[in-house]
């Protein structure tokens, strides 16, 4: 009997729907209530998908705006490119029109910058030679000596980093620097020919320079290489928050048309589970009265059997 039984075949899940059913089994309530279960995981699986379908679209959809996007920015990068070369190019041939050559141009730009160059390094080699001077004839720790020093570190504090100043700033730097060394001379003429305005120009002097060199301190530190950009990056956050703006607007509006077919779809499947939920209650109303009546007519015919023996 045992090995009768292990020799039986087992049925796998996946082959119900494929086995021969009889209408007793599909009427059942158990088997309505699993068809049931599985029509909503059908319905979920469907949704689920769908939304992957969704995202997957939208995906699609931002890679391809992103791609427009950097497209656009190489091709506003080319003209700009394009226009600067072309710009340069033209202003060459208006400056060749009147015979003057590139190789002038430059020179002249040049030219400015080496006269100043020259000029400011020579002072600077004059500063130099006055200290050892002063030192030489009064001595490094004499009065003259220091201040002829300070002066000369001002210098260097007005030659360096020209680069990091803004334009105005700068030339008055340089004017101030040229304007150094013959402060220094009139300090030393004073200083040697014993002159009674020596005591008196020399506070002015020290303030003066102590001035210079607070202004060139404030105006290096002050210096920003990005306030020309400042102006292009406000462009852009303005830019960023009206897109962050619209993009919210959009998504609001795409969330309650979202919510919406929700609710119509939800309210639909409550339609759909209640029809179903009646149709399962009237089989069940219906088989449970078959089998009463069933039970009925088989009580009635032993009734009738046993009536027709006794007569």
């Known amino acids: 009997m ?8 087992s049925i796998s899940v996946n082959d119900v729907e494929y086995l021969p059913v009889t209408k007793g089994v599909r009427e059942s309530m158990r088997v ?10 059908r319905r979920r699986q469907e949704s689920e998908d769908a939304l992957m379908v969704q995202l997957l679209e939208e995906q699609r959809v931002i890679d391809g705006l992103q791609k427009k996007i950097n497209e656009n920015l190489e091709q506003t990068e080319e003209a700009s490119k394009y226009n600067k070369e072309f710009k340069e190019s033209m202003n060459a041939q208006i400056y060749a029109l009147h015979g003057i050559s590139e190789d002038k141009l430059e020179g002249m730009r040049e030219y400015k910058n080496a006269y100043y160059q020259g000029s ?20 490094f720790q004499s ?3 220091v201040f002829m020093l300070a002066y000369t570190g001002i210098e260097g504090a007005l030659l360096a980093q020209k680069q990091k100043r803004w334009k105005m700033v700068d030339w008055l730097c340089k004017l101030l620097y040229l304007l150094m060394f013959p402060a220094m001379m009139v300090m030393f003429v004073c200083y040697e020919l014993a002159y009674s305005k020596y005591r008196i120009l020399m506070p002015y ?8 060199l607070i202004f060139a ?8 290489p990005y306030r020309k950009v400042k102006k292009h990056v406000r462009e852009a956050k303005n830019h960023i928050e009206d897109i962050e703006k619209i993009a919210r607007k959009e998504v609001r509006k795409n969330e309650k048309a979202r919510i919406k077919q929700e609710k119509k779809v939800r309210k639909e499947l409550k339609k759909e589970d209640r029809q179903q939920e009646r149709a399962i209650r009237k089989k069940e109303r219906e088989y449970s009265l078959k089998g009463l ?19």
Do not use: W
């Open 217 to 224: 301190a404030i105006s290096y530190f002050l210096y920003s």
């Open 120 to 139: 400011a390094f020579s002072l600077f080699l004059l500063s130099a030679a006055m200290i050892v001077l002063c030192g030489m004839l009064h001595g």
């Open 32 to 41: 309505q209530k699993t068809e049931y279960i599985r029509q909503q995981m």
């Open 2 to 9: 045992d090995e009768s039984r292990k020799e039986e075949p």
């Open 205 to 212: 002097a020290t303030i003066a320079g102590t001035g210079i």
């Open 293 to 311: 009546f069933g039970k009925t007519k088989d009580d009635t015919n032993d009734l009738t059997e046993n009536s027709a023996e006794d007569n």
């Open 143 to 145: 009065q003259i000596c």
